[in-house]
T-cell receptor, first 112, second 112 residues
């Protein structure tokens, strides 16, 4: 079975631009979470979605938004990019949001 | 709020040496505790977990015991291999949902 997939693998943007990152969960999983991992730090929680509803939100500005689609895939959107948004963005899926999370390989975002 | 503190890295060991990576946590309730491993260029993989006090998680020769009295979850392995070289993250989740709070990570380098 395929694991969690994320696209694109790498992305380079300039300050002020907008970016959309995509995630497909493991088949049968209904919950997706997003994390930001800045170089040299542990991942930080951004959002959790379950059945297309936002279930939790971390301490991130409103420039960050996300949504989940009927097929349970998800998008993370970041507006007005800042240099500090450069990071590895990780997606994790779980069956219902209560059980073990399985992580994807991440999207490496570089903001110049 | 919840937090996780890990020992600073890198930890450098020779093959077959004993490994300890310290982890302590702060939480308001009774969290579940996890160790994740991140190999270069990859996402996070769950290594082991423990859900209540005195539980011992184990996998691939690694072990960690949930110590409520010392709020600790130290990772140990009796004999490390070169292939164990990676970054190790201690994490907790609390409140029912599987949202994770991570430590900063500890890099392990094992030489032949």
């Amino acid at each position: 079975d395929a694991g969690v997939t994320q696209s694109p693998t790498h992305l380079i943007k300039t300050r002020g631009q907008h970016v959309t990152l995509r995630c497909s969960p493991i088949s049968g999983h209904k919950s997706v979470s997003w994390y930001q991992q800045v170089l040299g730090q542990g991942p930080q929680f951004i959002f959790q979605y379950y059945e297309k509803e936002e279930r939790g939100r971390g301490n991130f500005p409103d420039r960050f938004s996300a949504r989940q689609f009927p097929n349970y895939s998800s998008e993370l959107n970041v507006n007005a990019l800042l240099l500090g948004d450069s990071a590895l963005y990780l997606c994790a899926s779980s069956f219902d949001g209560y059980n073990e999370q399985f992580f994807g390989p991440g999207t490496r975002l570089t903001v110049l | 709020g919840d937090s996780v503190t890990q020992m600073e890295g890198p930890v450098t060991l020779s093959e077959e040496a004993f490994l300890t990576i310290n982890c302590t946590y702060t939480a308001t309730g009774y969290p579940s505790l996890f160790w994740y491993v991140q190999y270069p260029g990859e996402g996070l993989q769950l290594l082991l977990k423990a859900t209540k006090a005195d539980d011992k998680g184990s996998n691939k020769g690694f072990e960690a015991t949930y110590r409520k009295e010392t709020t600790s979850f130290h990772l140990e392995k009796g004999s490390v291999q070169v292939s164990d070289s990676a970054v190790y993250f201690c994490a907790l989740s609390e409140g029912g949902y599987s949202t994770l709070t991570f430590g900063k990570g500890t890099m392990l380098l094992v030489s032949p």
